[in-house]
Structure formats: structure tokens, C-alpha cells
């Protein structure tokens, strides 16, 4: 048990896993318990760090300005959305060029579509203009970071959310350790 | 199991001199408590000690030095039962009702979060007292070490020692993910040795004041694993973002206001890769030195181990 103050830890994904995470949970009954995205690779996002490339921005509202970002990493598409409860988010998104980089911190979000897919998004807390050494670095972590948590999913023993991800979703890791193998060696192009 | 041995190791060595027994007579009362009755530890070994207290004909405090007296730096394993003599460095407000009181021990190696609970019945440690305390038992969170102290350990208070505590100089990378409300540029109480922060012109101690001009960031640097709160002061803050005190005002000036410099700063260094190193000073790492870990970044070992898993 811990007093000290907990903030969450934003989880390093590639695009290619977050999008295949569509389940999502929370670990008490209290009314603003945490909302948590299972990654396949047996981890827990309360809030995810991105770095990519941002290529389109959309005002797709009706009433109120509601911006919708497309952000490329190596291995697929986050897509971020931010309207009038995240105004400094929907500002960097209204007045940016693209393409431009860009790194979001935030909070996973799931919606069903019409067609019972679900769709997974990221509601930004803070979306900064960053460089193109930026982007290699969180591509190197989120590789590490990938790798770890497919190593601990392969151990298997105590690891709860691998235990989780293994009954809820049918997606063998093998395909997150070669997009992190895809997405380092692109780093050398 | 193994845990019971080391516990009938500490309470011998505690009576050796003592009384005439052996290793394997204590750990045969420890299995008797643990194992048929399902004692936990921690009482069990109480009732343990009190056993053989009573067979010498001794008090709780005549005990000493059954366990490893240690330093806070070299505290590295939980679970542990170790003596620290220690300073009270900071006492927090306690989340929970088991909790009797919570906050910051020092020595000069560093410093330790501790936790005591409620159901201790211990004495009332002050701040800025120094304590022998005897059998309190070391805890891990998140990478993060802590004591315990329940209720065999034991609380001698040294009224004549003072320690200067040492810092726990640590180095953290990460990225900046948040800067939070209370940075950029702030006004503080100008009172002596009153370095309050003002919120709305008023210092919560002297009411409303003049204030001074200072720069600092609160944020937070986060590797994918853990997350570390970092306080930068002026001079960091400076270094980070490239914007000096002066410029900020100038800022603050041209905006009528102030909340524009923090803006500013968010757009600099948010989402950035730092290495950062500094004492710890309860949840907060102090910035002393700030750097950027730029340049092409080595990940040949990383893929040659992403292929071979």
C-alpha cells in the first residue's frame, strides 16, 4: 500500500498495438476510478506518450470546433481528437501545417462504430511541435519498452495483465516484436 | 522456508549472550507460529522475542542490535528487519486511517520514506527529532524504498543528536510530460526567510504583499515506466527554456499577463527527451543539472536483442 500521490505513467505503444487494443477496464467501483487500456502485449495505458508525424488535421464539428489529427509513427496511425475541453490541444491542431512532428501526451479513449469495430483514440492532454531527433528517441524507447513487456508476457507467472490480454484479445506479441524490429530498422534509412 | 530461518537467526543472535539456545530451537517456534497457526510474521516474531524476554528475565528495551544497524543509502531489498538511527525530515498528511503518521527520514546517506501504522501504538515522532529506531521492516514500490514501522519496533528518541542530512543526488531521463499549474512566472512572499508562492497577490502566511518576481517549473518526467516530479528553479528553468527572468517579465508585461510565460515554456520543452540530476527532497527531484540526450541515438544493441527474442 502507498500514500505518496500517484500519477499514471504514460505507456509507450507503436500505433500498430494501441489500435489493435480495443478493451478497456477499471480496477475499482469508485465512480472516477481510472479508466485503463489493455495493450496486447499485457500492460495496462491510463495515459500514452506518441511522437510521430503529423500529416492531416480536420475540424470535423458541427457546433464547436472539434479537430481530429492523423499522427504516423513506422508502424501505423494514432489518431488524436481534441475539442472544446482541450482547447490548448485543439489550438497547436487548428493553427499547425502539416506535416509537421509533433508528441502527444494523453489519455487512450475506445468508441464502437456503427459496425461494432472499436476504434481507439487518444484525447490529448498537451500536443507540442517537436524535431526530427525527438521522434528517433521515442521510436528507441518504444521499442525497449515493447520488447520489455513482450519478455515479461512470455514469462507469464504473476504478470496479471498478460494473464488479461491472453483471455481477451487472439493476437500473438510475435507481431509487436517485428513491428518494433520494423520500426528500428527504418531508423537507418 | 528460508524467510523463518533469518528471523530465528536475528532473535538468537539477539539472545545468544544471553540465554543457552540454538537456531533451531527459535525457528522451531517460528514454524509452530507461522506454520500450524498461521501467525504472520511480524507478530509471530514479537511473540517470539517476548518469549525469551521473559525467560532472561529481560525488558523490550534492554534489547539491542539484533538486527544490522544500517544506513538509509544502503537500503536495497524489502522485506528486510533493520535499525536505523535517523532524523525526521518531513511528516506528511496520512491517506488512510491504518495510518498513524507518514513522511521523510534522513541520515547523512540520504533519505527514506517511512510509514507507521496506527495499530503501532508508538510513541509521536517530531520533525526534525533524531530517532534510534529498532525493528522496522523495508518495503519497495515502483522501484521506491520505504520502512515500516509496526508494532515490535522499538523508538528511542536521541534528544541530544542532530544529523545533517545527506541528498539522495539522483539522475533521471525521460520525457517531459507536464508542466503543472504553479510554474512559469511566479511572485513570492518577500518576508524574512518567507519564500511562499503567492496565489492571487496574498502569501498564505502574511496575507497580501509586495511579491517578487521568480521563475520555476513543476513538471513531470516520465520514462514509459515510472513518472518523477522535478522542481526547476530559476536558474534551471532558465537553462530548459532559454527564457530569462527579465525577457519573462517583459512577457508578462506585453500580455498583462502572466500565465503567457508558462504558455511559452509548454510549447519549448513539452514532449523533449531530459536527463536530469539532483537531490530527492520528498517526491520531488530537484533539477541541478539539465540535459538534453540528443544526437543519434545507439539502438544496433536494442535491434540485434528485438531479433533474437
Not at chain 1, 84 to 111: C, H, I, N, W
Not at chain 2, 185 to 205: A, F, Y
Request: contains cysteine.
Amino acid at each position: 500500500m502507498s500514500t505518496a500521490p500517484t500519477r499514471e505513467v504514460a505507456r509507450r505503444a507503436f500505433a500498430s498495438e494501441f489500435n489493435d487494443a480495443g478493451y478497456t477496464f477499471t480496477e475499482s467501483d469508485e465512480e472516477r476510478a481510472p479508466v485503463y487500456l489493455l495493450l496486447p502485449t499485457g500492460a495496462h495505458a491510463n495515459r500514452v506518450f506518441v511522437v510521430g508525424t503529423l500529416t492531416e488535421t480536420e475540424d470535423i464539428g458541427d457546433e464547436s470546433e472539434y479537430w481530429r489529427g492523423r499522427i504516423v509513427d513506422p508502424t501505423g496511425t494514432f489518431f488524436v481528437y481534441a475539442g472544446q475541453y482541450q482547447p490548448d490541444a485543439a489550438s497547436v491542431l487548428r493553427d499547425v501545417e502539416p506535416p509537421a512532428y509533433v508528441a502527444v501526451t494523453g489519455k487512450p479513449r475506445t468508441y464502437e462504430t456503427d459496425d461494432g469495430e472499436i476504434n481507439v483514440s487518444v484525447r490529448p492532454e498537451a500536443i507540442t511541435i517537436v524535431d526530427e531527433d525527438v521522434r528517433r528517441q521515442w521510436i528507441v524507447e518504444t521499442a525497449e519498452r515493447t520488447l520489455e513487456r513482450i519478455e515479461a508476457f512470455e514469462d507469464g507467472a504473476g504478470n496479471e495483465y498478460a494473464t488479461m490480454a491472453r483471455e481477451q484479445y487472439d493476437l500473438p506479441v510475435e507481431n509487436y516484436r517485428r513491428a518494433a524490429v520494423a520500426a528500428l530498422e527504418d531508423l537507418d534509412e | 522456508m528460508a524467510d523463518l530461518r533469518q528471523h530465528a537467526e536475528d532473535v538468537y543472535e539477539q539472545f545468544s549472550d544471553e540465554l543457552d539456545i540454538d537456531v533451531d530451537e527459535v525457528e522451531g517456534r517460528f514454524e509452530t507460529l507461522v506454520e500450524e497457526y498461521s501467525v504472520p510474521v511480524e507478530e509471530a516474531r514479537r511473540s517470539v522475542v517476548n518469549h525469551y524476554l521473559e525467560e532472561a528475565g529481560m525488558a523490550r528495551d534492554d534489547l539491542r542490535g539484533g538486527n544490522e544497524e544500517v544506513t538509509i543509502e544502503t537500503i536495497d531489498e524489502s522485506e528486510q528487519w533493520v535499525d536505523l538511527t535517523a532524523k525526521v525530515v518531513d511528516l506528511w498528511e496520512p491517506r488512510s486511517d491504518a495510518v498513524a503518521q507518514v513522511g521523510l527520514l534522513g541520515d547523512e546517506t540520504g533519505t527514506i520514506k517511512f510509514t507507521k501504522w496506527a495499530k503501532s501504538d508508538l510513541a509521536t515522532l517530531d520533525e526534525g527529532e533524531v530517532y534510534h529506531l529498532g525493528n522496522v521492516v523495508t518495503d519497495e514500490y515502483q522501484g521506491r524504498y520505504s520502512v515500516k514501522l509496526n508494532r515490535t519496533t522499538t523508538v528511542e528518541h536521541l534528544e541530544d543528536d542532530d544529523i545533517e542530512v545527506g541528498d539522495n543526488e539522483s539522475e533521471i531521463e525521460g520525457a517531459l510530460v507536464d508542466i503543472q499549474s504553479g510554474s512559469g512566472l511566479i511572485k513570492r512572499c518577500p518576508m524574512d526567510d518567507c519564500t511562499r508562492v503567492l496565489q492571487n497577490g496574498r502569501c498564505s502566511e502574511h496575507g497580501e504583499v509586495e511579491g517578487e518576481f521568480d521563475l520555476r517549473i513543476k513538471g513531470v518526467i516520465d520514462d514509459g515506466r515510472d513518472v518523477h516530479e522535478v522542481i526547476f528553479d530559476q536558474e534551471s528553468t532558465e537553462n530548459l527554456t532559454g527564457i530569462e527572468l527579465e525577457e519573462a517579465k517583459d512577457m508578462a508585461m506585453d500580455a498583462l499577463d502572466t500565465s503567457i510565460v508558462a504558455d511559452e515554456m509548454r510549447a519549448k520543452t513539452l514532449g523533449r527527451y531530459y536527463r536530469i540530476r539532483g537531490p530527492t527532497m520528498g517526491r520531488y527531484v530537484l533539477a541541478n543539472e539539465v540535459e538534453q540526450p540528443s544526437g543519434p541515438t545507439d539502438h544496433e544493441e536494442l535491434l540485434i536483442k528485438a531479433r533474437s527474442i
